[in-house]
Nanobody
Framework: QVQLVESGGGLVQVGGSLRLSCAASGRTFSRSPMGWFRQAPGKEREFVAAISWSGGSTDYEDSVKGRFTMSRDNAKNTVYLQMNTLKPEDTGVYYC?????????????????WGKGTLVTVSS
């Protein structure tokens, strides 16, 4: 059974940092794109970041560019999202996602698996 388990969420003040982790189990994703989505209260789920299977390509939603960095460790079947200079509008549940196949097309990459999410709250 495939599982994506997020961790690292919590309460942080404006301007602070958090590092989210997503550990995958049940299969290897070392040849698949992975990513992060988020859902703010009362809003639709939105794309945040994606990374190719090699880690050589990344894409970000415009509002997080320069502040968020996604990386991966294929040996650990884990991806990370380093979030700096956090803003209140970054508040939401962050979901880890992974594709079943190898193809990477940035924010439009097909993601077949979803984690249950971790809550990030940025307080002013």
């Amino acid at each position: 059974q495939v599982q994506l388990v997020e961790s690292g969420g919590g309460l942080v003040q404006v301007g602070g940092s958090l590092r989210l982790s997503c550990a995958a189990s049940g299969r290897t994703f070392s040849r698949s794109p992975m990513g992060w989505f988020r859902q703010a209260p009362g809003k639709e789920r939105e794309f945040v970041a994606a990374i190719s299977w090699s880690g050589g390509s990344t894409d970000y939603e415009d509002s997080v560019k320069g502040r968020f960095t996604m990386s991966r460790d294929n040996a650990k079947n884990t991806v990370y999202l380093q979030m700096n200079t956090l803003k209140p509008e970054d508040t939401g549940v962050y979901y880890c996602v992974a594709g079943a196949g190898p193809y990477y097309t940035g924010s439009s990459s097909v993601m077949n698996y979803w984690g249950k999410g971790t809550l990030v709250t940025v307080s002013s």
